[in-house]
């Protein structure tokens, strides 16, 4: 993806968003108005795992607006900045489908700061009716009367980083909860009538298929609403990169981490977890809205320290550092640190990678190119024989292929890349 400035665009340290936030949609959503959803990064952990590689910090009194204490009055500015800066270049206000609150740790805030975070979206473009507001949570860092706040403040979910159920896994990947807390926590959830789901991790060093195999069950047994499971990438520069150069930890395998996926969709399959995207389960009608919002290529946008937006053809990024991305605000600028237009074969490109996770998977009949022949399922007559292949070979439905669908299989889930770039080539 190349990214190209516009002209007369605005460059960071100004108030304006680029013309090209207005571009006409595409995709699914052409013709009508395009959804809209609200990220809201909170940056402070209390400790930074050794894999992480997010845009966290456990310094919580930076100063400059940039402290846990001042994030809250910051964010109100950010939001301000964006709602008028859409105003200004035409955008249509839109209500928020969906609200997610990632970080770092957004429960290493008060339960209500995060309840003032919500009423800032609300202030700013309104919450849709129906609309789902997420945080994720640290199982270590709530209580019941925490929860409850949430759920009264208008929250709808919950997602609690379990990652293991083994103690050892868990140290080695520095979580500070013991298994027994994540019950507890998804307990008290469920009393606030909130939506729960858990995260997990496999592929951790020295995590047997039998350590995974007991992470799953005990997931399965707490019974979460939704589920996510993925695949640990140990990233340059982070404490768990620097180990495993050493020689103190075991790289990961392609081949571990493929028979762990397995397991996971079979066990989960079993207990009634349905995979809706390649990294994801649920029970049915518990999909994560605002998970879907970006491989459907909504519009969002993504507010605090380092936080990513979408806006028709553009996506922008914030300034890093949390002083960095106070200084902007409190000086009355959008904290946009850069940005860049996506062109139509990089959009295209996008479409077909982030659709073929999906269960539903894509219609081929959207390939076609200008002139193009078709079968009468609608299937490119170029990709007949790729389509044809990739059924062989185990990756796509066949019976989907027939009525013009590409839906990867279990086996094509862990080629997905492969499949995607033998559609779009």
């Not at 516009?6 to 595409?26: C, F, N, S, W």
């Not at 995974?212 to 404490?239: C, F």
């Not at 269960?359 to 022949?373: C, F, I, K, M, Y």
């Amino acid at each position: 993806m190349s990214p190209a400035q516009p002209d007369g665009a605005p460059l960071p340290g100004t108030a304006d968003l680029p013309a090209q936030v207005r571009a006409a949609d595409t995709g699914e959503e052409a013709g009508r108005e395009r959804p809209f959803s609200v990220y809201l990064h909170v940056p402070y952990c209390r400790v930074r795992c050794g894999y992480c590689d997010f845009n966290t910090y456990t310094n919580l009194s930076m100063g400059g607006g940039a402290s846990a204490g001042d994030y809250v009055d910051t964010l109100a500015g950010e939001l301000r900045l964006a709602r008028t800066a859409m105003e200004r270049v035409g955008l249509p206000q839109r209500a928020a489908r969906t609200v997610f609150v990632g970080g770092g740790t957004p429960t290493m805030l008060p339960a209500g700061d995060l309840a003032r975070m919500l009423t800032l979206v609300r202030d700013a473009w309104g919450l849709a009716d129906g609309a789902e507001v997420t945080t994720e949570a640290n199982p270590e860092t709530v209580d019941e009367r925490y929860l409850a706040a949430l759920a009264q403040a208008g929250f709808t979910r919950v997602s609690f980083g379990m990652q293991s159920a083994v103690p050892q896994v868990l140290c080695t990947l520095d979580r500070a909860h013991t298994p027994e807390r994540v019950p507890q926590v998804v307990s008290w959830a469920r009393r606030a009538g909130l939506a729960t789901s858990l995260d997990l991790i496999y592929g951790t060093p020295g995590e047997s298929l039998d350590d995974w195999r007991r992470s799953l069950e005990a997931a399965v047994e707490i019974g979460p609403d939704h589920l996510s499971a993925y695949a640990l990438v140990i990233e340059e520069g982070t404490r768990m990169w620097t180990q495993v150069r050493r020689g103190e930890l075991p790289l990961p395998t392609d081949d571990d981490e493929a028979a762990k996926y397995e397991l996971a969709d079979a066990v989960l399959g079993r207990a009634g977890y349905a995979w809706y995207e390649i990294s994801n389960w649920a029970r049915p009608g518990h999909e994560c809205v605002h998970n879907q919002a970006y491989w459907r290529d909504w519009d969002w946008w993504g507010a605090g320290p380092g936080a990513h937006s979408h806006l028709g053809d553009v996506r922008m990024w914030n300034a890093k550092h949390p002083v960095a991305w106070a200084g902007q605000v409190t000086a009355g600028r959008l904290p946009v640190a850069g940005h860049e237009v996506i062109d139509a074969d990089s959009r295209e490109l996008e479409r077909v990678m982030l659709g073929i996770r999906m269960r539903e998977g894509l219609e081929l009949r959207s390939l076609t190119r200008p002139g193009e022949a078709a079968t009468a399922s609608g299937t490119p007559r170029r990709l007949v024989p790729v389509v044809g292949g990739f059924v062989a070979q185990g990756l796509l439905e066949g019976a989907a292929a027939m009525a013009g669908r590409a839906v990867l299989t279990l086996r094509g889930r862990l080629m997905a890349d492969t499949v995607t770039r033998g559609l779009i080539d």
